[in-house]
């Protein structure tokens, strides 16, 4: 069965104060080398343009009198396709979705990306909308708004598929920019300091920590599997041709799921295989040492 595209729209932060909103917005149009398009269609050029974005906002800022001293001016997203993936699509795609999703209650800004292999566009929401609610997306937003952006890739002829992470048999979330900025900085995160150290206390123990979430994730990818597999059957008991070359493809889907490994699982085999390597080095130190001191005594005799 093969397999179109996944779909990225992601929730890279929120703006927490003016001069926060001015260096992100500064960020996305690279200090104006870059053109801003609004929710009224207009497009920002510039340094001009980005001066002009970025007072805009702070006025619009100042009149938010109901913000919480931590609330969030703006939501930050980004929605984004592979490598490959027409620009021009993706960047038409999302200012539908975003005129779709936004702008009958927010004002928004956008700008597109292309010195990343992958082509994405950069989407800042003001976070009070025009009816005096704040915009507080929970997951299911998140997965409608996947949906949505895919819709808009497919009427522009791309193909673009929306499917929740655990119907494609992945488990592992994936990591916040920030955790992937220090990781690209070679500073070790927090986050992996102490998983790291949580594994090695169990693997030098010889115990295995209880996780009742994981019996939970390995539960209910056996019964997304299962129930793929179970439709296959059916299929193939149709008697139709087509049918039963839909069940083959559907069979194989579900062998070519990636096996159900959680973020510990994988820090726990990696760190096995560490001891092991140096395990099997150690004994290869001791073999040559033991070769070098026989070959000494032979010339000794």
Not at 54 to 82: F, H, T, V, Y
Request: aromatic residues 4%.
């Amino acid at each position: 069965m093969r397999r179109a595209p996944e779909v990225m729209v992601k929730i890279t932060g929120r703006t927490k104060g003016v001069a926060h909103l001015k260096s992100h917005l500064a960020y996305i149009t690279r200090n104006g080398e870059l053109d801003a398009e609004t929710e009224q269609g207009a497009t920002l050029a510039g340094r001009s343009g980005l001066k002009d974005l970025q007072q805009r906002w702070e006025d619009d800022a100042g009149l938010d009198d109901k913000r919480r001293r931590d609330g969030s001016l703006s939501i930050n997203i980004i929605l984004s396709m592979p490598a490959g993936t027409d620009a021009i699509a993706v960047k038409d795609s999302a200012r539908a979705f975003a005129i779709e999703t936004f702008g009958d209650n927010h004002d928004y800004v956008f700008v597109q990306h292309l010195d990343d292999k992958h082509p994405h566009v950069h989407l800042t929401v003001r976070s009070l909308g025009h009816d005096g609610e704040r915009l507080n997306p929970r997951k299911a937003d998140l997965q409608a708004w996947r949906e949505r952006f895919a819709g808009e890739l497919r009427i522009r002829g791309i193909a673009a598929e929306a499917t929740p992470r655990r119907t494609r048999g992945r488990v592992r979330k994936a990591d916040r920019g920030a955790v992937l900025a220090l990781r690209k900085r070679k500073i070790t995160p927090d986050v992996d300091r102490l998983a790291r150290k949580e594994v090695l206390s169990e693997v030098r123990g010889g115990r295995t920590a209880k996780h009742p979430w994981d019996e939970q994730i390995k539960s209910r990818q056996d019964e997304i599997r299962r129930r793929y597999l179970d439709y296959a059957a059916e299929l193939q008991r149709s008697g139709l041709a087509a049918d039963q070359v839909l069940a083959r493809q559907i069979r194989q889907f579900v062998n070519d799921m990636p096996a159900v490994e959680t973020r510990r699982h994988a820090l726990k085999n990696e760190l096995s295989e560490l001891a092991n390597t140096r395990l099997r080095s150690a004994e290869q130190g001791v073999d040559a040492d033991q070769r070098d001191e026989t070959r000494g005594d032979e010339r000794t005799r």
